[in-house]
């Protein structure tokens, strides 16, 4: 039989469990990782923009968010046929703008009886009728960094041929309109 002495100021040290520890360790780890992913996937993606304008119809609609791949052109240019996601003359007051780019560095654009022309060659699967030719009713030869773009629904796109937009500079250009939120339809942006 086993006999209480009073009080005892000794306490038995408890040994930390190794099992118990590394498991604990694990889910901090865990933890930590998991906020680092978000806030990098917030920095790349994280950016979105409601359209103006029915200037990306049908693909976008009028009010629909879309999301911006910022990342995408940190290693590589825009190419002929991405939406492109850009403030006009790089004006942060300004909301920004969705076009799709037609022409890229060093190509020639021209808008002719309302066919857009790049390089000489007709662009009829892409764009209707051009009704306004803009400042591209003359041909404009692009500079080392210039994009010409142009919304889906260039008949009611405020777009490169605009004199007050022009072609869109390559630093001005924030990123890809990634995918589309809402409003009808949700997806990736073609």
């Not at 086993?2 to 604990?24: H, M, T």
């Not at 142009?150 to 009611?156: A, I, K, Q, R």
């Not at 405020?158 to 001005?172: A, F, K, Q, T």
Request: net charge neutral; glycine share 10%.
């Amino acid at each position: 039989m086993r006999r209480n002495k009073g009080l005892s100021f000794y306490r038995r040290r408890k040994k930390v469990n190794a099992a118990i520890l590394a498991e604990v360790l694990k889910y901090i780890a865990g933890i930590a990782i998991s906020i680092f992913l978000a806030v990098v996937i917030v920095w790349l993606f994280g950016m979105r923009t409601r359209i103006v304008g029915m200037s990306m119809e049908p693909e976008i609609l009028n009010g629909q968010e879309v999301l911006v791949n910022r990342f995408a052109y940190m290693l590589a240019n825009p190419q002929k046929g991405d939406v492109v996601v850009f403030l006009p003359n790089g004006n942060e007051n300004t909301h920004y703008y969705v076009k799709r780019v037609a022409a890229c560095p060093g190509d020639t654009v021209q808008i002719r009886d309302g066919v857009l022309y790049v390089n000489g060659e007709a662009e009829t699967e892409a764009y209707d009728l051009i009704a306004d030719a803009g400042i591209a009713e003359n041909e404009i030869r692009l500079g080392e960094n210039e994009f010409f773009v142009m919304g889906d629904n260039c008949n009611s796109s405020e777009d490169s041929r605009s004199g007050n937009i022009g072609p869109v500079r390559r630093d001005h250009i924030v990123g890809e309109a990634w995918f589309k939120l809402g409003s009808g339809s949700t997806g990736f942006v073609h």
